[in-house]
């Protein structure tokens, strides 16, 4: 029989590992990445995002001055340029690899971002989620391993 503290541990551990694993699978493929956001007066932001080939890319700035500067793998979709009062773009991604998106307010109101793009998650996030996993592993093991009576050597 255990013990109430060895089945609180081993419950513990079972939830922890359940976060994880739920939290690995859900993470895995494409994702889509939705974006909304204002940006202030002389403000800056980027995007960083991996994405896939054939992936489709939605982009649109609206407001009184802003640059944008949009870098995508191989011969896509390469923009660093200003634009006044409204602009859009949708791209489909030619090669797999990085694409990296720059806007600047150069105008004098806030301009509104709005996009949608297809990614892959960080690799370092999947590491994260193993982590997890292995942490509700060793809570099991711990709460095993304490609940037996030791009677010495």
């Known amino acids: 029989m255990i013990s109430k503290k060895t089945g609180v541990g081993i419950s513990a551990g079972i939830v922890i590992s359940a976060i994880g694993i739920f939290a690995l699978i859900t993470s895995l493929g494409i994702q889509n990445i939705l974006v909304d956001e204002k940006l202030e007066v002389g403000e800056f932001t980027s995007y960083q995002f991996n994405a896939p080939k054939h992936s489709r890319e939605i982009l649109s700035m609206t407001g009184d001055a802003f640059h944008v500067k949009v870098q995508t793998p191989g011969m896509g979709l390469q923009v660093d340029d200003d634009f006044k009062k ?52 060793v809570i099991i093991g711990f709460s095993v391993g304490f609940a037996r009576k030791h009677r010495g050597f």
């Open 86 to 137: 409204e602009v859009s773009f949708e791209w489909f991604v030619l090669e797999d690899g990085q694409n990296r998106i720059e806007i600047q307010n150069i105008g004098n109101s806030e301009i509104y971002i709005e996009g949608t793009f297809e990614g892959f998650n960080d690799p370092l996030l999947l590491t994260f989620h193993g982590l997890v996993i292995t942490t509700g592993v």
